[in-house]
């Protein structure tokens, strides 16, 4: 007898295999899922990661941009300071240069001559006087560049005009004043 197999066996067969694939389908899908949210959540972690690292800078960039205003400040202090000790030493070592000059102006001053102004704007000293004859004032000018204070003496004006009703001559001359170093050891009044 032949056996005949009333049984839908590929309907089965097909049954089976798409409750196989559906399962198949349904793991991928799950295990996609799973695999989105996995990356989703570790790119997320470096993210708040990064930005605790950057806000992490931010705040050390701002506390060095402090220092560096405050380094500035106490570069310009300093300079301020160093300003001020210069003029300090340079008046320290330049305080008897005015007893200096006028010790030489008495000494290079010759008779007859009598001084009105004697002003200083620098190193250039302009002198204004009166005399009774030009050539004290030529004698004044050779005493100056004799001085080892004083060089390039230089006569402005010279001029007649009258003092206390007696005819005398008005002057004007420019000298520059030279710097004496304390190491040269020169005596400018050529006494001991």
Known sequence: MIRINLLPHRELARAARRRQFNILLGIAVAAGVAIVIVGHTVIA????????????????????DAQIGEIKKIREQTQALLARKQVVETLQSNRTEVVHLFDQMIRVLPDGLYLKSFKQVGDTITITGYTQSSARVSTLMRNLEASPWFDSARLVEIKAVNVNNLRANEFVLSVHQTRQTPESGQNPGGQS
């Open 45 to 64: 972690s470096r993210q708040a990661a990064q930005d605790a690292r950057n806000a992490y800078l931010e705040q050390e960039i701002a506390k060095l």
